[in-house]
Structure formats: C-alpha cells, structure tokens
C-alpha cells in the first residue's frame, strides 16, 4: 500500500498519466491545443477511481490540465518563435483579455457545480471533434485579421473558454486565426504564444478557487491542482513538445485530425453518460 491505494493499481495509472503525458505534448505542438482536450478525459477517470467527490472531480481535472500543459504550451511557443510562425501583434491584442476571462473562468470553478464543467467541456470537444472531420481550416470569415477591439474580445472569450475546460485556448484561436486568413501553421504557433499566459493565470486561479476543499482532495493537492499530477505529467508532455512542432511541418495532418476528432468525440460522449 502507498498513500492507502494498492501498488499495482498506482502503478496503472501512472503508466495512464505517462502515456497521456507523451501525447498531451505531441498534440500541443501538432495542433496548438495545449493538450488538455486528452488530460482532461484522462485525470477524469484517474480522480475518479482515487475517490474523489463527483461534484470537485471535474475542478480538479481542469486546474491540473493548465498546470501540466504550462510548461508544454511555453515550449511549443518558443519552438514555433524560432521559426518565425508567430504573429507578435495578435499575442499582444489577446494576451491582456484572455488572462482576465481566464480568471472569470476560475472565480466560477469556487462557485459552480461539477456539471457545469462536465457540459462546457462535452460542448467543447464536440465542436472541435466536427470542426477536425469536417476539416476546419476551410472556413472563412475574412482575409484580414480583425479590428484590436474585436481580437480582445476574441482574447476574453478565448480565456473564459480556456479556464472552463482545461485548456490553453489554441483550439479557440485556432479557428478564429484561420477563419481570418491565417495559415494553420501561424495560427498554431500564435495560439502557443496566447496560450502561455492564459494556462499560467488559470492555474494560480484554481489554486486559489479550490483552496478550501482541499480537505477533500487527494494528497500534495493545492487547490484544483493535483501536484503528483503534475509532476508525473508535465516533464513528458514538454518534452514531447517539441516533437509535434517537427510533425506540424512535414506531416500530412488529415488523418491524424480525423483520428483526434474520434478521440474526442468519444470524451464528450463520456461525459454526457457522466451527466445521466
């Protein structure tokens, strides 16, 4: 026994939380998500095998996705920097706005039930899973990016969605930068840059909003964010990081969305199931 759960099944899921870790790091750098679109489903069944109480699974689940996809967003970020992809001025519209509905998002985690973040985040993948099968990036709203005005708004909303589902917000600005004439790859290394403020707010922001309930939570637990979570996940996924930036460059993408669109399309169907 170890911190009073079996070896073996500790053992199960840290091979879970490794393996989710590896891939977390190759999507941030392959498609900008930060990762937390697979770390979220996965610590979900993770803290729910530990125990913990249903209404505080999903706070804890998206506190330690931002922790973990800190460092791999920052990485990815400097990656794409050297090569030039990102756009300077877009990072400095959204990084101010994003920040401020990131911190909305976390204020709502001390305050709101579980299923709250259970829909926001089914709502979540389910879009992005239809919007990868359908192949995205044709979507247009402009050949020019918008006015300042509208990119911080685009930064609020961006955040907010961010600090509700655990993630770094490239899936969000993803598809606003492409919808506006952006290449992917661009778009993927701007959505990086946005992403590292956003994850660093939204994860004191649950520290803060969980600290209460930390009576309730497992062990090296500070606020929403599980520190053994983090300490097994995060060193893989930014190491993995760097990797899905070299694949993002030379790699035919389409089948590689279409099998992520199914990954995700098979988490929100959980997460309804959850609701039932």
């Known amino acids: 026994m ?23 790091g190759i999507f941030s750098g392959l498609f900008g998500i930060g990762g937390g679109s697979v770390t979220v489903p996965v610590l979900y069944e993770v803290f729910r095998v530990l125990g913990v109480p249903d209404d505080l699974q999903m706070q804890l689940c998206i506190g330690t996705s931002l922790a973990i ?3 791999t967003t920052y990485r990815s970020y400097l990656a794409h920097e050297k090569r030039g992809a990102v756009i300077p001025q877009v990072v400095k519209f959204w990084a101010v706005p994003a920040v401020v509905g990131t911190l ?3 204020v709502t985690a001390a305050y709101a039930p579980s299923t709250v973040f259970k829909i926001a985040f089914a709502i979540f993948a389910t879009f992005i899973s239809i919007r990868m099968f359908v192949g995205g990036d044709r979507w247009s709203l402009s050949p020019e990016l918008p006015s300042r005005g509208l990119q911080r708004v685009y930064g609020f909303i961006t955040g907010l969605i961010s600090s509700m589902v655990g993630v770094s917000g490239g899936a969000v600005s993803n598809a606003v930068l492409t919808m506006y004439g ?4 661009r778009a993927v290394a701007t959505s990086a840059g946005v992403g590292v403020p956003i994850t660093i707010a939204g994860t004191l922001g649950y ?7 930390v009576p309730q939570l497992p062990p090296l637990s500070v606020g929403f964010v599980s520190i053994i979570g983090v300490a097994l996940m995060a060193p893989v996924s930014s190491f993995t990081a760097t990797y899905g930036v070299r694949l993002a460059h030379w790699l035919p993408r389409r089948k590689l969305e279409i099998a992520f669109a199914i990954f995700l399309g098979f988490a929100s169907i959980r997460f309804i199931v959850s609701l039932i």
Do not use: D, F, H
Not at 182 to 185: A, I
């Open 182 to 185: 952006q290449t992917m790859q």
């Open 207 to 213: 520290m803060i909003a969980g600290w209460k309930y």
């Open 69 to 71: 996809i800190v460092p």
């Open 104 to 106: 909305v998002g976390s």
């Open 2 to 24: 170890l911190l009073g759960y079996p070896i073996s099944e500790l053992i199960w899921l840290a091979v879970l939380i490794l393996a989710a870790g590896a891939l977390t």
